[in-house]
């Protein structure tokens, strides 16, 4: 079956054509990063505007270099939420629109679900492991037993991992989105500098919190600092983040005994963490996989593989059903 997928729940705008699980036909993305920019972070509004504009012309794309009609199709599907409410509205409304055009069926995929299977893009068994989705908008770790049976065993309290990220840079004068620029200047940056908390690390729990590390940056900011010190302090800070990440990822594997880690969403692809989690998965004898390049960040292709998995048991949705903005743990983990 040929899937096109859609993805507008935040500031990309993307469509794939997948064949099955594995065959990759197309993978458009156009990142309205540069337009956020200017105001430092997503503006909701700006993004659903560039969604409505960009979108025609992306999905036109996808379907070109796939080679196919959206007669072709075996299903439309789309990102229904979390995300932008609306930004997911374009995405959702093109997506229904084209399946009913096509006369072919509508599915809505959970963006949290798209990251967390990322790391088996491919693949048509999920087994099981612990999967930790860390991105711009989310912290989530999970315990999967399989495709479709997964449990929520913590979050963040307060901001995402790519939230802190984005916002130190930001107090740093890097600019949006600030991730991949403190993981550039970390590299040459001595992390053991400026000793920074590392929120809830011995919490007993499996759940996070990084504004206290945030407040702590700003704190230390505010004294002053060189323009010579920004390695050493975005070593510093990614290694706050790292530590606990990792600390918390494989000791939810230890205790509930599976032998695979996963690591997805936009921050899974910073150095810091890709090393540090490494070395603990080789320590501990765990088998660690990463989502690969080009599914990290938002996308539309692991839409398109989530959807292979829904689509291959038989689920499709009604294009009546409404986009879920926010993250509901019950509507993904049962
Ligand atoms: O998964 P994603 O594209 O969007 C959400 O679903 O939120 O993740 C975007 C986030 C941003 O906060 C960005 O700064 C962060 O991922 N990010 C990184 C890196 N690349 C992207 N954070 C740290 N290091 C990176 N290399
Ligand atoms: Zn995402």
Redesign the pocket.
């Known amino acids: 079956m040929r899937i096109l997928a859609i993805e507008t ?2 500031d ?1 705008t993307a469509a794939a054509v997948l064949e099955g699980f594995d065959r990759i036909l197309s993978h458009e993305i156009f990142s309205q990063a540069a337009i956020h920019s200017e105001f430092g972070g997503v503006v909701p509004e700006v993004a659903s505007r560039n969604h409505l504009d960009e979108l025609p012309r992306v999905v036109d794309r996808a379907l070109a270099s796939a080679g196919v009609d959206i007669c072709d199709l075996g299903a439309v599907v789309a990102t229904s939420g979390p ?1 932008l409410a609306a930004a997911l509205l374009v995405g959702t409304s093109a997506a229904k629109g084209l399946a009913l055009g096509a006369g072919c069926p509508f599915l809505a995929v959970n ?1 949290i679900e798209g ?1 967390l299977l990322s790391p088996f893009f491919g693949e048509a068994e999920i087994p099981p492991h612990i999967a930790l989705v ?5 912290t989530l770790l999970f315990d999967v037993r399989k495709f479709g049976d997964y449990q929520l065993l913590g979050r963040t309290r307060d901001d ?4 802190a ?2 916002k130190v ?1 930001k107090m740093l004068g890097l600019g ?5 620029e ?3 200047l970390a590299r040459t940056g001595n992390s053991a500098r400026f000793a920074l908390p590392r929120g809830m690390l011995d919490s007993g729990d499996f759940h996070f919190s990084f504004s206290g590390l945030k407040t702590a940056v700003r704190m230390f900011l505010e004294k002053g600092f060189a323009e010579a010190d920004l390695p050493d302090i975005c070593a510093s800070f ?1 290694a706050a983040v790292v530590d606990v990440l990792v600390a918390k990822t494989f000791r939810a594997a230890h205790e509930l005994g599976r032998p695979i880690v996963t690591m ?10 890709r090393t540090t989690a490494r070395l603990r998965a080789e320590k501990s004898g765990k088998i660690l996989r990463f989502a690969p390049e080009g599914l ?4 539309a292709l692991m839409i398109a593989y989530a959807a292979a998995h829904h689509l291959a048991r038989g689920t499709s949705h009604s294009v009546t059903l409404d986009i879920s903005p926010n993250f509901d743990p019950a509507s993904l983990c049962g």
């Open positions: 729940s935040c990309e995300g963006h990251h860390v991105s711009g908008g989310h995402a991992a790519g939230e990220f984005d840079a949006y989105p600030g991730g991949v403190i993981d550039r990614q997805s969403g936009g921050v899974s692809a910073n150095a810091g963490l990290r960040t938002d996308n």
